[in-house]
């Protein structure tokens, strides 16, 4: 089902995708937003400060654009207010910063203890005095919230709520379509990605969650007035955020645990008793709920806005602690940018910051600059030109490996993990000749250790890219990891790259994969236009299947992953390599270039090897060994190995002998 018609497609439905709608439909452009789950939205979780000084920004680009954003508050929530009749309960009733020490230098918005006790009574005895920022405030945001969805609605934006994307489909560097998993498929002219925390799930960005837990208490009735705090206390490790009706906001902790769900004992004991330990007459105020909410966080902490990588897409994400406070000027400069016009503030956020080009070229001689390598003094560089011209000027009749369409010279495949260090990828990857590199998406995408900066050190205008789906459990999970993988190589530069490497792979001690699982995925991914190469136990039955759903390749395990057992099962991997009408590739528990033979002999097409060459002493001399036993092994395969027998037979003629 296809879903036409908008100028603009908006994909997210927190406070900043509503407010780029609102901002696109109000200057005319038809627009449609898809929300998947508003319940989930920071947005909804957040405490709704407008703090750009007590949060401490530092001068620069991030402090100019929250000022600015801050400074657009008033007139922004007016045009809200007016076009909705609804309150978001803006109250720009300034914030006050308790320290429990006075501070080293003087500052004009020090206030001592004496002063601050007349601006709020009632604080600890700890306090020394607090800094008073008397420009900022709070919006309340689930107000905020409920009144962008109104203003959108009413002026005909279409919101389709409890849709989510699973994946932009991109064609020639614009986005074609923005595919969900029940609503069908939408496109539009322009896209905008405004996913909030969820963002990686669409885009390789390096946006990650950082959880933030909640409470809030009412003022008990009886109290003699609905609100006895009348400013924000923005305290060392704890804020306190008087809503005018009573509610009294307390936030926040802050977690790196991923999305991992619900309110903990400790987060609560920690909101509720540094709040009381700060202002101790709230001990008495009733606890009324508890909730948590996940910020959409990036390396810097500052958002990514602007043009996006493909040309009409763009971003709108990564806003971290200071979303709310952002969205007016996110909404404008974003509806800015989409009409064609982005402001040069955006450059500083913009998403290329994280993307650097890698300076060293792949392709180095086989010269090695650590003290513990070899140098190959005598070795010509093994490139995929010269293994791939060795090959064939010694076998004319033999034809390149070729898989999904695309031909290479080199029939090794290699890996990125476990290397010490990138130079030392590089060198191994240059002088095993290889042309195909995999990629561990999810591993680049959260940055794992080893990981930082991976997806950068490549030059991939020379090495195709394998983005492999290792560390996901299940074929949901691969599926989704496939398609960013997809957008990770679009975003390096490879935009017909549709392979993937499937590894559907439950169990962490042998790292054998799920042949349920696998076929389940191979089946999805093959039908969403994917070149798909799996990872599979060595099973004759599972390789036809996933031949017969038109995979790309098989990829038997000579062993498991990283074991450095080599080929474990030679017999079923023969019988793969007979009846497979796709190529076979041999991947895993590869040791030593004596295996790597071996399997080419066997006539394997190719192979995939990671551990052995990334944490052998040298991996630079590993990788050019690997290389060239590969091609030894290809060669020997092609030429034909004489059979064995079980009595010698003498290698010079018998004939012809001088007789004594
Ligand atoms: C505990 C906490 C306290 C905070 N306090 C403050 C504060 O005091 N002041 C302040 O300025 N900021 C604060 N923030 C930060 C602020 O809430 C966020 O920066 C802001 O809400 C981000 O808005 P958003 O619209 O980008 O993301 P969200 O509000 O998270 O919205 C993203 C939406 O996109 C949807 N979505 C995700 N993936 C898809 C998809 N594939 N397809 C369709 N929809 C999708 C999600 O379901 C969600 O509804 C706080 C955040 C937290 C968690
Ligand atoms: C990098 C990769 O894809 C590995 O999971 C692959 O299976 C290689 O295994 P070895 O590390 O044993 O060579």
Request: charged share 15%.
């Amino acid at each position: 089902m296809a879903n036409q018609g908008s100028d603009v497609l908006v994909v997210g439905g927190g406070v900043i995708g509503l407010a780029i709608a609102l901002e696109l439909r109000q200057q005319g452009a038809s627009v449609t937003v898809l929300s998947r789950d508003f319940q989930q939205a920071a947005s909804h979780a957040a405490a709704g400060m407008l703090a750009p000084q007590a949060e401490g920004l530092p001068p620069g680009p991030m402090l100019d654009l929250a000022l600015a954003s801050l400074a657009l508050y008033p007139s922004w929530v007016n045009k809200l207010e007016a076009l909705t009749g609804q309150s978001v309960g803006y109250w720009p009733c300034g914030i006050l910063a308790p320290r429990r020490t006075v501070p080293a230098s003087s500052s004009q918005n020090w206030l001592d203890a004496a002063t601050l006790a007349y601006y709020q009574p009632g604080l600890s005895h700890n306090v020394q005095g607090a800094f008073w920022h008397p420009d900022e405030g709070q919006v309340d945001n689930r107000l905020l919230v409920q009144a962008l969805r109104s203003a959108v609605i009413d002026l005909g934006v279409t919101l389709h709520e409890g849709t989510g994307a699973i994946a932009l489909r991109q064609y020639q560097g614009r986005v074609e379509q923005v595919c969900t998993a029940h609503a069908g498929d939408f496109s539009a002219d322009q896209v905008v990605l405004a996913t909030g925390a969820w963002a990686h799930e669409l885009l390789p960005l390096p946006v990650f969650p950082r959880k933030g837990e909640m409470a809030s208490l009412r003022v008990p009735l009886g109290y003699g007035t609905p609100q006895p705090l009348q400013r924000v206390l923005f305290g060392e490790d704890i804020y306190i955020v008087p809503r005018r009706d009573g509610r009294i906001v307390l936030g926040a902790t802050s977690q790196d645990v991923g999305f991992a769900p619900h309110n903990t004992a400790g987060g609560v004991h920690q909101l509720v008793g540094n709040a009381i330990a700060l202002l101790p007459l709230l001990a008495d105020f009733t606890l009324e709920e508890t909730w948590w909410g996940y910020r959409p966080a990036t390396p810097d902490e500052w958002p990514i806005l602007g043009p996006g990588p493909a040309a009409n897409l763009t971003l709108a994400t990564g806003h971290y602690r200071n979303g709310i406070l952002l969205t007016p000027i996110t909404a404008q400069l974003v509806a800015q940018a989409v009409l064609g016009q982005p402001d040069p503030r955006l450059a500083a956020f913009s998403w290329q910051r994280f993307h650097t080009a890698s300076p060293t070229p792949p392709h180095l001689p086989v010269v090695s600059p650590t003290p513990q390598a070899m140098t190959f003094t005598n070795a010509a560089p093994a490139t995929p030109a010269t293994l791939g011209a060795m090959s064939l000027e010694n076998d004319p009749t033999d034809t390149p490996l070729t898989i999904a369409g695309r031909t290479f010279s080199s029939r090794l495949m290699t890996g990125t993990g476990k290397y010490d260090d990138f130079g030392v990828m590089r060198q191994s990857i240059a002088a095993s000749g290889c042309e195909i590199v995999t990629v561990a998406v999810r591993r680049v995408q959260t940055n794992a250790p080893g990981h930082q900066g991976l997806a950068e050190a490549l030059d991939w205008s020379k090495i195709w890219m394998l983005p492999n789906t290792a560390g996901c459990k299940t074929a949901e999970e691969a599926i989704r990891v496939a398609r960013l993988g997809r957008e990770m190589a679009k975003l390096l530069g490879q935009e017909d790259n549709n392979f993937v490497k499937l590894e559907v792979i439950p169990d962490a001690k042998y790292l054998l994969p799920d042949p349920i699982g696998t076929l389940e995925a191979a089946e999805q991914l093959v039908k969403e236009g994917f070149a798909v190469l799996p990872y599979i136990n060595a099973d004759p039955l599972l390789a036809k299947r996933l031949e017969e759903v038109g995979c790309a390749t098989v990829m038997p395990l000579g062993s498991p992953i990283g074991s450095g057992q080599g080929i474990r099962n030679a017999a079923n991997i023969q019988i793969i390599i007979e009846t497979a009408k796709v190529p076979v590739v041999v991947d895993a528990g590869i040791g030593t270039p004596s295996e790597a033979a071996e399997a080419m002999e066997m006539g394997a097409d190719a192979l995939l090897i990671n551990t052995a060459i990334a944490k052998a002493a040298n991996p630079i001399a590993m990788g050019l060994a690997m290389g060239l036993a590969t091609l030894a092994g290809r060669l020997a395969y092609r030429a034909g190995r004489i059979p064995v027998q079980g009595v010698a037979s003498a290698s010079s003629p018998l004939t012809g002998r001088v007789t004594e």
